[in-house]
């Protein structure tokens, strides 16, 4: 009698349960269906818009990436990741490792199987960054990388608290230091691209209410609320200050040094100086939305632009780049990729900017 009982408190335990489950998800299609109801994070527009799209199967001309990351974790991947190349039209993939020592080599050695379609990047090594002979060491461990296989650097990575992507984190010394200097010349010695990112889109520093228009995505990234941090200005000073200090060492800013908001801002810096250039890897979602002003620029900045993705290595994340390149296609989006809710616009760039951007420039820095 009492297991009788207690099957029956289970029973209907159950039944509660998947009442509570079934109102839930009814409440949840409401939500979303309910205008008055849909939240930000929930938005998924879909045009509705007659209008040309365009699949663009394999990028127009070779292309060399100029930034990607070790993202094989076997040799089954990797094996993937070279047909995918081969479908696209990617020549070559810069690996930028930000590893030194043995992993750096452990990843040279993975990649070693194609050599010839990857080239490994190593990082610099931060370690007793504030101690005395900090760049001798450093220095050091530099060129045991490039004699391991690294034919550049980076990524370096600061957001506004100091150098932090190579390991360990350098917080509080940012690329403008003058313990920096020392490293930077021997990269220009050794024939060593630097690849640097500065900051991160304005939006991620801007006041996360309202009036912020890159909300959806800046809200992931914030850094408004960040005690002590450079702001983007402050960001995009030192930068400046990078290169002024470094004229001989080659420097590659990817994003566009998360400059998409004002062009004229890192326009101004590759007006100025002559070893700068910029990638512009993962901030299609940013530039792509205006397409004629982005058009024009890299029209006239055809020759300091490469072409970068760091998004993985599927083929529809290659093709995405290609459609916003090469087509002519309007308000099309990629929630999944691209993650903010404005529609995204072809630039329909010349065959000659084209041939630039998606290799003739990184050919010669990776020379």
């Not at 932090?164 to 313990?179: E, I, L, T």
Request: charged share 25%; net charge negative; glycine share 6%.
């Amino acid at each position: 009698m009492r297991k009788h009982q207690e099957s029956e408190i289970n029973i209907n335990h159950m039944r509660t349960q998947l009442s509570i489950v079934l109102f839930a998800l009814t409440i949840q299609v409401f939500a979303q269906t309910n205008p008055d109801e849909i939240l930000l994070k929930d938005y998924q527009p879909v045009s509705i818009y007659n209008i040309p799209q365009t699949h663009v199967e394999k990028a127009a001309f070779p292309v060399i990436d100029m930034h990607s990351h070790q993202y094989a974790e076997s040799e089954e991947d990797l094996d993937e990741w070279v047909r995918n190349m081969d479908a696209a039209g990617i020549e070559k993939s810069i690996v930028l490792t930000e590893a030194y020592g043995e992993a750096f080599d452990s990843l040279v050695n993975a990649y070693s199987k194609y050599k010839d379609r990857f080239d490994i990047w190593c990082g610099f090594d931060y370690t007793g960054y504030d101690q005395p002979g900090f760049p001798e060491k450093a220095i050091k461990e530099l060129e045991r990388c490039v004699k391991a296989g690294a034919k550049g650097v980076g990524e370096l990575g600061d957001k506004g608290k100091g150098l932090f992507y190579c390991r360990p984190q350098a917080w509080g010394m940012h690329s403008d230091d003058d313990r920096m200097i020392p490293l930077f010349a021997k990269c220009a010695e050794l024939n060593l691209p630097v690849n640097i990112h500065i900051a991160e889109p304005k939006w991620m520093y801007e006041t996360m209410d309202k009036t912020n228009d890159g909300l959806m995505n800046a809200y992931k990234w914030r850094l408004d609320n960040q005690e002590g941090i450079v702001d983007h200005e402050g960001m995009i000073r030192i930068l400046d200050n990078t290169l002024k200090k470094n004229p001989n060492t080659i420097f590659v800013a990817c994003h566009l040094a998360n400059c998409s908001y004002d062009l004229t801002k890192v326009g101004a810096l590759l007006d100025k100086y002559p070893n700068f250039y910029i990638d512009i890897s993962a901030r299609y979602g940013e530039f792509s939305p205006t397409p004629r002003t982005t058009r024009a620029f890299f029209i006239k900045y055809q020759d300091k632009i490469v072409y970068g993705t760091d998004m993985g290595i599927s083929m529809d994340m290659y093709q995405s780049t290609f459609r916003v390149l090469e087509t002519a296609d309007e308000h099309f989006y990629y929630k999944n990729r691209y993650n903010y809710h404005w529609p995204m616009h072809g630039l329909d760039l010349p065959e000659k900017v084209l041939k630039k951007v998606y290799h003739t420039n990184a050919a010669r820095l990776t020379k």
